[in-house]
């Protein structure tokens, strides 16, 4: 009886994290981790509008350009506007687990990238996969809830 038991409770447990890690979602504030020097960088707000998911620097946290940084290196509409404020995540989609076919924009040298968004299932940390081209040509960073 007492395997039946601890069976029950380890099945329960994987369909209940399960179930969590299918309702995660890359909604609320982040604080970014640069995954080269491992210090975070910004924080983040990613919201939700009319089924498309944005990001947008809310606070910059390390900056080697001052602190009220423009992004000289950006073209159009962004060129030498304030990083802090900026989108820098537009078009991602959900598609099962993960949020993609969207890009993300790294202020610091002004390039766009192919961007993959996926929330682990604790719910507390975000995976941001930025590519050229194809998803494995590319890096990850692991971004940190501040807040839901």
Do not use: H
């Not at 919201?47 to 073209?75: A, F, H, M, R, T």
């Not at 030498?80 to 040298?109: A, E, F, H, R, S």
């Amino acid at each position: 009886m007492r395997s039946y038991t601890f069976l029950f409770a380890a099945v329960a447990t994987f369909c209940a994290s399960s179930a969590f890690a299918a309702d995660a979602s890359p909604v609320g504030t982040w604080r970014t981790i640069d995954d080269e020097t491992k210090k975070p960088k910004s924080i983040v707000e990613i919201s939700e509008v009319n089924g498309e998911v944005i990001g947008k620097i809310k606070e910059l946290l390390q900056s080697d350009k001052g602190p009220n940084p423009v992004c000289d290196q950006c073209d159009g509409e962004r060129k030498d506007k304030p990083v802090i404020g900026m989108t820098i995540i537009w078009g991602m989609k959900k598609d099962g687990d993960v949020w993609d076919g969207g890009t993300i924009l790294d202020p610091k040298n002004g390039k766009t990238y192919g961007c993959k968004l996926t929330p682990d299932a604790d719910g507390k940390t975000l995976q941001v996969r930025g590519f050229k081209g194809f998803s494995l040509l590319g890096r990850t960073q692991v971004w940190e809830r501040v807040s839901p």
